[in-house]
């Protein structure tokens, strides 16, 4: 068959070649908008889920919350992935996702402290327009300071956390010895029940390098009387008798034996764990502690107590 003859067939079949195609393209073409349609509807009554991350001793009492929250919006779902329990690590993980630029977290639990840096790298929305000066009088004043950054509110303040004194009251009992008061207080109690091998340390606190360890040492610069920076003067306060005052207290508990060697490199855990398995007198640790203290089973339930962090003579508890 020679090319005249191909051609004059090509040109017989061409109304059934174009005809068939033309079934085959509208096949195609219904089975798409069938899918298009089909996605739309039924993504559309899939809920919404939003992941967040946090430390993971800070999840049980989101449970409730976010199971009321859910039934109250069937359309949108929270899911808690559980981190470390070290703020510093917490705050690198959501740091490294947010440099990747596809981070999986929606929203973002942190410490006051981080406000400033994420919202100048541009990871969190500004949420001013969202929330009215009537729902904000309902919080501190220092914490609604502490959510802003230049002229934009960043966090809506979820609890307030402070460090807190735990002791041992049935330790103290024994000895007739009421709660401390003061540094000395605290440093006189610890090695009088050393001394009667009631209990092998007498305080266990924060002293790894990392965000926790600042958190405790303002609470007891405080308590000596010192500050780290005037606010109004802007002056830096820790080469001030009282800062170096607060910072000898710290370092006597160590070379005193009150507390142990190690602890410069413990954090909240590592000291709940010799306070609740009865290693040590006092504790200074958050609130969050305490439910675990109190829990059936614990080896110090009903045995302990909390106070206002010791402080030095004439001054108050930071």
Request: hydrophobic share 40%.
């Amino acid at each position: 068959m020679n090319v005249i003859q191909q051609l004059r067939r090509l040109k017989q079949r061409l109304p059934h070649v174009i005809s068939h195609r033309l079934r085959w393209v509208g096949v195609a073409i219904a089975v798409f908008i069938g899918v298009v349609f089909y996605s739309v509807v039924v993504l559309s009554q899939q809920p919404i889920t939003l992941t967040v991350l946090m430390p993971a001793p800070d999840t049980p009492p989101w449970r409730p919350l976010i199971e009321e929250f859910q039934s109250q919006n069937p359309n949108i779902r929270v899911q808690i992935v559980e981190g470390p329990n070290a703020s510093d690590a917490v705050e690198d993980l959501y740091t490294s996702s947010f440099l990747l630029g596809d981070s999986p977290y929606d929203m973002v639990v942190m410490d006051v402290i981080w406000v400033p840096k994420f919202a100048a790298a541009g990871w969190l929305q500004d949420l001013s327009d969202r929330v009215s000066e009537e729902q904000l009088a309902a919080y501190t004043e220092a914490s609604i300071a502490a959510s802003r950054f230049e002229d934009g509110l960043y966090q809506i303040p979820l609890r307030s956390d402070v460090g807190m004194l735990y002791y041992r009251t049935d330790l103290l009992e024994q000895i007739g010895a009421q709660p401390p008061e003061t540094f000395s207080d605290l440093m006189t109690i610890s090695q009088q029940l050393q001394a009667d091998d009631v209990v092998p340390w007498g305080y266990v606190w924060q002293g790894r390098q990392y965000e926790g360890v600042s958190a405790m040492f303002v609470e007891v610069l405080e308590g000596a009387g010192g500050f780290w920076i005037n606010p109004e003067t802007q002056e830096v306060g820790l080469d001030q008798p009282e800062a170096i005052q607060a910072l000898e207290f710290l370092r006597s508990t160590i070379t005193e034996g009150v507390s142990p060697s190690g602890v410069s490199t413990y954090q909240e855990e590592d000291v709940r764990r010799f306070f609740q398995n009865g290693q040590t007198a006092f504790m200074r640790n958050w609130p969050y502690a305490y439910a675990l203290g109190a829990e059936e089973g614990s080896e110090i339930a009903g045995n302990f107590d909390i106070k206002p962090m010791v402080h030095a003579p004439g001054q108050t508890s930071g």
